[in-house]
């Protein structure tokens, strides 16, 4: 999942039907009061980029990897969180996720 690597950045205003949409960092958002978003990177880390102080981006790190044949990840916080998610869309421009519970 190559393509799945890099910064993406949340486009809230395009979620729909349960599922997050998320655009490549540098991409010509709205104007919005912060904007979360999220990193897969080659390695197996992962960074969750939460809306911190003064709506600048706070990272927290964590780990992905692979959990399904259907394009499911499994995220794990540095926290211990874990969380599913579902790749449902993927392209150079555009990120669909479905967001799941523990696995």
Same mark, same amino acid.
């Given at each position: 999942m190559t393509e799945l690597c890099g910064r993406w950045v949340h486009s809230?205003? $395009?979620?729909?039907?349960?599922?997050?949409v998320y655009r490549p960092a540098g991409y010509d958002f709205p104007r919005a009061r912060g904007r979360d978003g999220i990193e897969f990177r080659p390695d197996g880390s992962y960074v969750d980029w939460a809306i911190g102080r003064g709506?600048?981006? $706070?990272?927290?790190?964590?780990?992905? $990897?692979?959990?399904?044949e259907n394009g499911g990840l499994e995220v794990t916080t540095a926290a211990g969180e874990h969380r599913v998610v579902r790749v449902v869309r993927i392209d150079k421009d555009r990120l669909e996720l479905e967001v799941g519970g523990p696995p």
């Open positions: 809230f205003e $395009e979620d729909h039907d349960g599922i997050r709506d600048a981006g $706070e990272a927290r790190d964590g780990t992905w $990897e692979s959990s399904t």
